[in-house]
């Protein structure tokens, strides 16, 4: 299988940009970061509110931890739907174009969190209101499943080949970006609108905030191209009058490719799974079992946060100089180690040592997370690259991610400890080194010595 990328104008990666190309290149890189940014501040905000509100809004006559457990499972409705997203936008991505897809998607996530946030409670409407959570939820994670690989490939595509690390981080920087937003804006409501006015009305004001999103996807539609690569597959079919672009992207993914969508997947496990515990997890149990101040937690995972939002980058550039797979196996590495400190760190009810805990396993994160976009889109050919890649990150996503805040408190309800919860978090780490280990390396030492190769190309020749 060739790849077009040999071919387009990225090709040589000697040539210096143009200023013109460098500002194009840099709006292209803020309008994903602040668009990705956007999309996961509205998924998120969804998880800290099912801690925090939602289990008195919709589920108000079952007791706290059956309210919680069920506030819970609608969060996991987002996850479910997040492969089936992945599948539909990869083969429409792989198709018809990563940018159509992409601003498709932004929409949808954007009008589903802003009708959240006009739901009325079980209180007014009874049982159809957490149905209309859960229809909504769903439409959430179809949104999610599909805007990553959007956002990745039109980041990693359009970079220089020597740059294509650092370029996806910029998608994968909106993550704890967005845990910032989400953060200082919950904040920001339940202190200005306390109590039970917070539980009436006030958990609705970081929803509706979602709308300014609509401008970000005109400036996305309006402004920016779809990804050389993608340009060059059009072309190429018209040249050739035949079928570069695959009638059927997802078939031909999972047919040739489904040992590597599976380990693409797998590598993904401990920072998912840690991830969800910081966010979401912790914030329910520290609120609720230790008796922790809320706003004080979510300072813990908003620093936290603003650290990640640095080592992303770094891991990304390093990837480019030293190679993607190397980072994902000392990250999954770091994981499985760091679980039991973790844990016991959050126990102390500290919220300094409850920082430190978050703070290094973010670190860890990173470091798997920040060239996941380059390392996943690299693994796949340009014809079936979208859907390869969103179907790996999104299988990861209803495996580990959604499931993980419910475990999370089902397992310390049942036991009275973390013991087993640190225990699953140390088991994703080593499944992520494990298929890591199996994993090719995207970037060689051979490939960035050349200037003129391309990260990726060398795997599907």
């Known amino acids: 299988m060739t790849s077009s990328a040999q071919t387009h104008a990225h090709g040589g990666g000697s040539a210096p940009a143009s200023t013109a190309e460098r500002r194009t290149s840099w709006k292209l890189l803020?309008?994903?970061?602040?668009?990705?940014?956007?999309?996961?501040y509205d998924f998120f905000l969804y998880g800290m509110a099912a801690a925090l509100a939602f289990p008195h809004v919709f589920f108000p006559d079952s007791s706290p931890l059956m309210g919680t457990l069920l506030s819970f499972s609608t969060f996991w409705a987002g996850f479910v739907a997040r492969p089936l997203g992945g599948l539909l936008a990869g083969h429409f991505g792989d198709k018809y174009g990563r940018k159509p897809t992409v601003v498709a998607c932004l929409v949808g996530m954007t009008a589903a969190t802003f009708l959240i946030g006009c739901l009325p409670s079980a209180a007014s409407v009874g049982?159809?209101?957490?149905?209309?959570?859960?229809?909504l939820r769903f439409v959430q994670g179809l949104a999610a499943g599909g805007q990553w690989g959007g956002i990745a490939l039109l980041l990693t595509e359009s970079a220089t080949p020597k740059r294509r690390g650092f370029a996806g981080t910029f998608g994968q920087t909106s993550v704890p970006v967005a845990v910032i937003l989400a953060n200082l804006i919950l904040i920001g409501a339940s202190t200005f609108v306390p109590g039970e006015a917070f539980l009436s009305w006030g958990w609705r004001i970081p929803f509706l905030i979602s709308v300014v999103m609509f401008p970000v996807v005109l400036y996305i539609q309006k402004k920016v191209e779809d990804t050389p690569d993608f340009r060059e597959l059009k072309n190429e079919a018209a040249r050739k009058q035949q079928a570069s672009v695959v009638r059927a992207p997802l078939r031909e993914a999972v047919r040739r490719n489904w040992r590597l969508i599976l380990l693409g997947c797998g590598t993904l496990s401990a920072t998912n799974s840690l991830f969800y515990v910081s966010i979401t997890g912790l914030l329910s149990y520290s609120t609720t079992t230790l008796h922790m101040e809320r706003n004080s937690i979510l300072m813990v995972t908003m620093l936290s946060s603003a650290l990640m939002t640095a080592v992303l980058p770094f891991a990304g550039h390093l990837s480019d100089r030293f190679g993607r797979r190397i980072l994902i196996l000392v990250g999954g590495f770091g994981v499985a180690a760091w679980a039991?400190?973790?844990?016991?760190?959050v126990g102390t009810r500290s919220a300094p040592l409850i920082f430190v805990a978050v703070a290094v396993g973010f670190l860890f994160q990173g470091l798997t997370y920040g060239p996941a976009a380059a390392f996943l889109g690299e693994l796949f050919a340009p014809n079936v690259r979208y859907s390869g890649a969103s179907l790996a990150y999104q299988l990861s996503a209803i495996v580990v991610s959604g499931g993980t805040p419910i475990l999370m408190t089902a397992v310390i309800a049942e036991t009275g400890t973390t013991t087993l919860v640190a225990a699953y978090i140390a088991l994703m780490g080593v499944i992520?080194?494990?298929?890591a280990w199996f994993l090719?390396?995207?970037?060689?030492?051979?490939?960035r010595r050349d200037p003129e190769a391309i990260p990726g190309t060398h795997l599907y020749r």
């Open 127 to 135: 049982v159809l209101a957490p149905v209309l959570l859960v229809a």
């Open 440 to 447: 090719p390396e995207t970037n060689p030492v051979e490939v």
């Open 340 to 345: 039991f400190p973790y844990f016991a760190l």
């Open 432 to 435: 992520t080194f494990v298929c």
């Open 30 to 40: 803020t309008a994903g970061l602040i668009g990705s940014s956007m999309e996961w």
